[in-house]
């Protein structure tokens, strides 16, 4: 099974919508819901969340990719990786694990990766 992490600048792009979108910023109005997702990455420091395959597909649909695309600098790419040894959480949408278990299969443009998985034409 894969995994997908989307990043901008080296940097996931949760993070990067933090510093690119302060929390009073008018653009947050227009946020689609994400309370779906459980915000567990801040129980685990020095871990990174992939997403699932059932997650990127709700993500997608949720509009939120879209949102966060529109609200940061640079351009979105995906890394793409296989089930780490280890993981310190697991959901349905999302694995965290730390680090060191990082090993990256794949990374994608945005573009590349949306075709690939049949999201746009």
Known sequence: ?????????????YEAVDQNC????????????GSWLAKKGTDYSGAISFWTNFGVKK??????????RSVIKGDV????MDRPT??????????????????????L???????KKKMVA
């Open 1 to 13: 099974m894969e995994y997908y992490r989307f990043i901008t600048d080296g940097m996931g792009i």
């Open 59 to 68: 993500y997608f649909d949720s509009g939120l990719l879209d949102w966060h």
């Open 22 to 33: 302060r929390k009073d910023d008018p653009r947050r109005l227009n946020k689609p819901d």
């Open 109 to 115: 443009t945005i573009d590349e990766f949306l075709k």
């Open 77 to 80: 790419e995906v890394v793409v």
């Open 86 to 107: 280890e993981i310190l959480y697991e959901d349905e949408y999302q694995i965290i694990f730390d680090v060191k278990f990082l090993k990256v299969k794949d990374q």
